[in-house]
Structure formats: C-alpha cells, structure tokens
C-alpha cells in the first residue's frame, strides 16, 4: 500500500471541550494531531464522543472551549478557508430523497464553492457505481447506494480532508471492500482521511494510526502497528494427544486455559517480556508426561487490544 | 463572498418549486379566483364601490397581499425546516457559507416564488376585473419589499419549528387572521371607529394600504407609514435571523 503521509500535521485539535446542557461532557480535554496524508481511525464505544468531535472540526457542533486549527487556520475565523478543504460523510443516510443523485452531488459541489464540472461528477459517480443510477431519484435506492451518493457528494468539491463517520455501518461486504479500495486510492491521491468505525477488522486493515476515544476522552493515540506491537499478546495453542480434565497443579503458574473439550492447552504470553516462558512450559508439559501432537501461535487483535483497553479505563 | 453557494441554493429551491408547481402556484391562482368568484362576483354585486372602485377590482390588491404572504412564509419556512427535518442541514453548515449567503439563498427563493405568484394572480385578476395600476414601479417595490420581509418572517419560522404543527401554527392562526383583518376585502374607514383604532396594530393593514395606494390611490393609511411600518418588519426580522446565526439557535448544537 503506498502511503503519501508525512509528518506535517494537517489538523490540531488543543484543549477542546464539549458540554451539553446541563452538564454532560461529551469531550473533555481533547489534544490531537492529525498528519497529512495519513488513514486516522477513531475508535470508541457508542456515545464515546467520535461524532461529536467530528462534527465540531467540520463547522456542524461548536466547541464549548479549545480550539481546532486545519492547514494551521482557525476552524472559527477562517471557516471559509478550512471547510473548504473538508468532506464529510455522515453517519446517518440523510439524503435529499426527492432529488436525483446528479443534482444532490452537484449541488454539494456548488455549496462548497466550486464551479460546476460535470465530468468530475461523472468520475465520482462512475467510481462509486452510480453513474446508471445519476437520474435516479435517491429515495429509490437501496441503503447502500444511498451510502455511496454520501460519499459522492462528500468527494464533490475535491476535499483534502475526508471524514468518514461509521462509513461502513449497515453495508454488505462487498461494498465495504469498494469502500477501502476507495479510501485507499484517496490517500494514494493525497487526501487526509479520518475515519471512526465500529469494525475493528476495518481500521485494522485501513488505518495508519488509531485514537481510542471512550466516555469523551482520547484514551490512546498510536501508530497501528507500535500498538499492536507494544499492546499485542500472542497465544500459543499445543493440540493435546489426550484430553485433559483439568490443568495440573505443577502448571497453575502459567495461567493455561483448556479449550475445545480438554483437546488443546492455551497460552497466552507477552511479546516484549524478555522470556516468555515458552521454554518452561514445553519442559514442565514433558515432565508431566502432557504430550502434545501440534502447535500454532495466533497474534491478539486490535479488537483484543481496544477491549481490554476499554475495560481498563471503565 | 461565495456566490457559488449561493447559486446553488437558489437553483435548489427553485427547483423544488417547479417539482411542486401546483402546491407552488396552480393552487394559491385557484383559491384567488375562487375569492373572485366567490366575494368579487357573488357579495361584490351588493357592494357596487368603495372610494370609486368597483368592489371586484378593490380587492386585487387584498387578494394578491393574502397569497404573497402566506406563500412567502410557507415556501422559506419549509425551506430551512425540510433539511432540519431530514438532517442535510449538516451539508450547509460544514459548507463555507456564511450566514448571510444561506439567507440569500433561501429568502431570495422563496420572494421570487411570492413575486411569480403575485405575478400570475395580478394577470389572473385581469381576467376577472377591470384594473388600471396608477404607480407601477411602487406597486412592484411594495410586492418586492413585502415577498422579501415575509420570506425573512418564514425563514425565522422554519428555524423555530421542531415539527410539522409548528411549522403551521403561525401562518394558520396569526398571519391568515391578521390577513384578513387587515383590509384585504374592505376599506378600514368602512369599520366603526374603535375597530379602526385596533386595526392600527394590524401590521397587515399597512401592507395593504400601501400597495392598494399603488393601485388606486387610495389608502387607509399615509403610504409613507406602509414603506416605514415594511421597513421596520424587515429589519425585525433581520436582526433577529442574525442572532439566530450568531448564537446557533435551534440549528447548532
């Protein structure tokens, strides 16, 4: 996968906080930076604040104190400068259902300031498979093509930044792939893009850097892969040539879970102790006479990882 | 300022009116001719004239204030309510528009749409009564200035409203009363001199004198008081759709 991010940050969020009346901190404390070029993934339980912040860096909610500063402008006094450079996707199918798809996407275009170009809505349109559907009305469409005229009209105006908000929520697997191919083929163009999602497996295979967000608090910001890495646990799974009732007494201290009917002992060990007792255990299972016919290892997912996360911060 | 936005809010709406061209203009032309069937030719026969003129033709200027009113609010009422109601308000607020370019958009819409229907209904009078405009320009300046403040008077309705009933509330139980109580049909001097004196706070009564002055000339009123009381409503409801922007009432969380 190309990646054209640099260092350079594209969003700062310093201090922002949110309170709704009469006193529910939807955000409280927000420092962040996002860097050009780069796949953000905004993870975080339902009413974690994801949508809030969103919603207050693209002009919709405003902050209750902080600020947000895009290409180093004020999102507040230079909002002509900095929106113009953001596409949103929202969470909810809120469409104009009695305009066709042509006219919703270009009149998205016209808002944003931007001349009308027909054959660049008809580029977004044919990317996204609507270009048959361009004179459709759009409350004729089925979710997912609605999910696409989103997208297109967020496209419209050829934004820097683009916010995905649960891009993918209520969509088949198929078009879900359509969507990461796409968003793959933005960054590659150079756009920003900042997603939230509930599908761990999606900013697993999408995202460059992760923000855990939970109770309006950003919990963790890390690179994908240093957090799996530094977070990451690996399990080791021995397939028994006999199954076990219960673990022994002599293998209490490896904390060993039996699974599938007693058949296969599982190990779960840290990466970045300096020895994992891997050894030891293969030694203690021999002297107690456990053989075991097979062996594989399985890395923890980032699921894993923002469960526990979650838990620790509950 | 940016004027592509601006555009494309306008064409938006317009294009919404053509998609509902009889709720738009076929169906306020047919309640008008049905007022001069109903109060033009089968009451106007018992009342031959006010002030000199035949009571079909006192009217055209009542009945054309009745609609651009009502039309005014509901077209830019619905306007900014249709996308509070189905969530595309979120498009216009993270778009870089300011405040005064959504209004332009909308309110200009919605006056042009008032002005076309004031238009037709003016032309569908002429099939009716006889009519002869002693001040063209003003009566054009009067329907101008009147479509504009009461699409601005809509606007802040559709922000107000959380629903369909709200939405109604005002144009059902003040302004059609207001309308109708304001000389539409009648002369005020033809009211007995107590209801003369309430009608005076009637602002309705001002917008009428002064376009049936452009009309006829003749007015309840001094028609530099109609132009005065116009320009205050609207700058009434200017001030008060920018402290809507500025405080983010019923639009920004």
């Given at each position: 996968?190309?990646?054209?991010?640099?260092?350079?940050s594209?969003?700062?969020?310093?201090?922002?906080?949110?309170?709704?009346?009469?006193?529910?901190?939807?955000?409280?404390?927000?420092?962040?930076?996002?860097?050009?070029?780069?796949?953000?993934?905004?993870?975080?339980?339902?009413?974690?604040?994801?949508t809030?912040?969103?919603?207050?860096i693209?002009?919709?909610?405003?902050?209750?104190?902080?600020?947000?500063?895009?290409?180093?402008?004020?999102?507040?006094?230079?909002y002509?400068?900095?929106?113009?450079?953001?596409g949103?996707?929202p969470?909810?199918?809120?469409?104009?259902?009695?305009?066709?798809?042509?006219?919703?996407?270009?009149?998205?275009?016209?808002?944003?300031?931007?001349?009308?170009?027909?054959?660049?809505?008809?580029?977004?349109?044919?990317?996204?498979?609507?270009?048959?559907k361009?004179?459709?009305?759009?409350?004729?469409?089925?979710?997912?093509?609605?999910?696409?005229?989103?997208?297109?009209?967020?496209?419209?105006?050829?934004?820097?930044?683009?916010?995905?908000?649960?891009?993918?929520?209520?969509?088949?697997?198929?078009?879900?792939k359509?969507?990461?191919?796409?968003?793959?083929?933005?960054?590659?163009?150079?756009?920003?893009?900042?997603?939230?999602?509930?599908?761990?497996?999606?900013?697993?295979?999408?995202?460059?850097?992760?923000?855990?967000?939970?109770?309006?608090?950003?919990?963790?910001?890390?690179?994908?892969?240093?957090?799996?890495?530094?977070?990451?646990?690996?399990?080791?799974?021995?397939?028994?040539?006999?199954?076990?009732?219960?673990?022994?007494?002599?293998?209490?201290?490896?904390?060993?879970?039996?699974?599938?009917?007693?058949?296969?002992?599982?190990?779960?060990?840290?990466?970045?102790?300096?020895?994992?007792g891997?050894?030891?255990?293969?030694?203690?299972?021999?002297?107690?006479?456990?053989?075991?016919?097979?062996l594989?290892?399985?890395?923890?997912?980032?699921?894993?990882?923002?469960?526990?996360?979650?838990?620790?911060?509950? | 300022?940016?004027?592509?936005?601006?555009?494309s809010?306008?064409?938006?709406?317009?294009?919404?009116?053509?998609?509902?061209?009889?709720?738009?203009?076929?169906?306020?032309?047919?309640?008008?001719?049905?007022?001069?069937?109903?109060?033009?030719?089968?009451?106007?026969?018992?009342?031959?004239?006010?002030?000199?003129?035949?009571?079909?033709?006192?009217?055209?200027?009542?009945?054309?204030?009745?609609?651009?009113?009502?039309?005014?609010?509901?077209?830019?009422?619905?306007?900014?309510?249709?996308?509070?109601?189905?969530?595309?308000?979120?498009?216009?607020?993270?778009?870089?528009?300011?405040?005064?370019?959504?209004?332009?958009?909308y309110?200009?819409?919605?006056?042009?749409?008032?002005?076309?229907?004031?238009?037709?209904?003016?032309?569908?009078?002429?099939?009716?009564?006889?009519?002869?405009?002693?001040?063209?320009?003003?009566?054009?300046?009067?329907?101008?200035?009147?479509?504009i403040?009461?699409?601005?008077?809509?606007?802040?309705?559709?922000?107000?409203?959380?629903?369909?009933?709200?939405?109604?509330?005002?144009?059902?139980?003040?302004?059609?009363?207001?309308?109708?109580?304001?000389?539409?049909?009648?002369?005020?001097?033809?009211?007995?001199?107590?209801?003369?004196?309430?009608?005076?706070?009637?602002?309705?009564v001002?917008?009428?004198?002064?376009?049936?002055?452009?009309?006829?000339?003749?007015?309840?009123?001094?028609?530099?008081?109609?132009?005065?009381?116009?320009?205050?409503?609207?700058?009434?409801?200017?001030?008060?759709?920018?402290?809507?922007?500025?405080?983010?009432?019923?639009?920004?969380?």
């Amino acid at each position: 996968m190309q990646r054209n991010q640099t260092n350079q940050s594209v969003i700062r969020i310093e201090g922002l906080n949110k309170t709704y009346e009469p006193d529910f901190e939807a955000l409280r404390k927000i420092n962040l930076t996002i860097r050009r070029g780069e796949i953000f993934a905004l993870l975080g339980p339902n009413g974690a604040g994801k949508t809030t912040l969103i919603s207050i860096i693209c002009g919709i909610t405003s902050p209750t104190s902080g600020r947000v500063l895009i290409n180093g402008k004020n999102i507040v006094r230079d909002y002509r400068a900095t929106r113009s450079v953001v596409g949103l996707v929202p969470q909810e199918l809120t469409t104009d259902a009695f305009e066709t798809v042509w006219h919703t996407v270009s009149f998205t275009r016209g808002l944003f300031g931007k001349k009308p170009n027909p054959r660049h809505i008809e580029k977004i349109l044919r990317q996204l498979t609507l270009w048959a559907k361009k004179d459709e009305r759009i409350m004729n469409l089925s979710g997912g093509m609605k999910r696409r005229v989103l997208i297109a009209k967020a496209l419209s105006h050829e934004p820097d930044i683009l916010f995905l908000d649960e891009p993918t929520a209520g969509v088949d697997v198929e078009l879900r792939k359509d969507m990461w191919d796409l968003v793959r083929g933005l960054q590659k163009n150079g756009v920003t893009i900042i997603l939230t999602t509930h599908y761990i497996e999606e900013a697993e295979e999408m995202a460059d850097r992760i923000g855990i967000i939970n109770r309006g608090e950003l919990i963790l910001v890390e690179d994908k892969k240093t957090l799996m890495r530094k977070l990451g646990t690996k399990r080791l799974y021995l397939e028994l040539q006999q199954p076990l009732e219960k673990i022994p007494a002599r293998l209490k201290p490896y904390d060993l879970k039996l699974a599938n009917d007693g058949n296969c002992i599982v190990y779960t060990y840290d990466t970045r102790a300096k020895k994992t007792g891997i050894t030891a255990l293969l030694q203690d299972l021999s002297e107690s006479k456990i053989k075991f016919r097979d062996l594989n290892t399985s890395k923890s997912s980032l699921e894993d990882i923002f469960v526990d996360l979650l838990k620790e911060n509950t | 300022m940016n004027t592509e936005a601006v555009k494309s809010i306008y064409i938006f709406e317009m294009n919404r009116a053509r998609r509902t061209i009889f709720q738009s203009i076929i169906s306020p032309v047919i309640s008008t001719a049905l007022y001069f069937i109903v109060f033009g030719s089968a009451i106007g026969s018992r009342i031959t004239q006010v002030d000199g003129v035949s009571y079909g033709s006192f009217i055209v200027p009542g009945l054309i204030m009745l609609s651009v009113l009502t039309q005014s609010i509901a077209n830019a009422s619905f306007g900014i309510y249709f996308p509070k109601f189905t969530g595309t308000i979120y498009e216009i607020l993270s778009a870089p528009v300011s405040s005064f370019e959504i209004v332009l958009g909308y309110v200009g819409a919605a006056a042009t749409k008032s002005l076309i229907l004031g238009l037709v209904i003016l032309a569908t009078a002429y099939l009716f009564v006889p009519l002869q405009i002693a001040h063209p320009l003003w009566m054009i300046s009067f329907l101008v200035l009147t479509c504009i403040t009461f699409s601005l008077f809509g606007f802040i309705i559709g922000v107000w409203a959380d629903g369909f009933e709200k939405l109604q509330i005002i144009p059902l139980l003040v302004i059609t009363p207001l309308v109708f109580l304001g000389g539409t049909f009648y002369s005020i001097s033809m009211l007995p001199p107590l209801w003369q004196s309430i009608s005076m706070f009637n602002p309705v009564v001002y917008l009428v004198s002064g376009f049936r002055w452009s009309f006829f000339e003749m007015a309840d009123v001094n028609v530099g008081l109609s132009l005065f009381m116009i320009a205050l409503f609207l700058t009434t409801c200017l001030v008060i759709i920018w402290r809507i922007f500025k405080t983010g009432y019923k639009i920004k969380d």
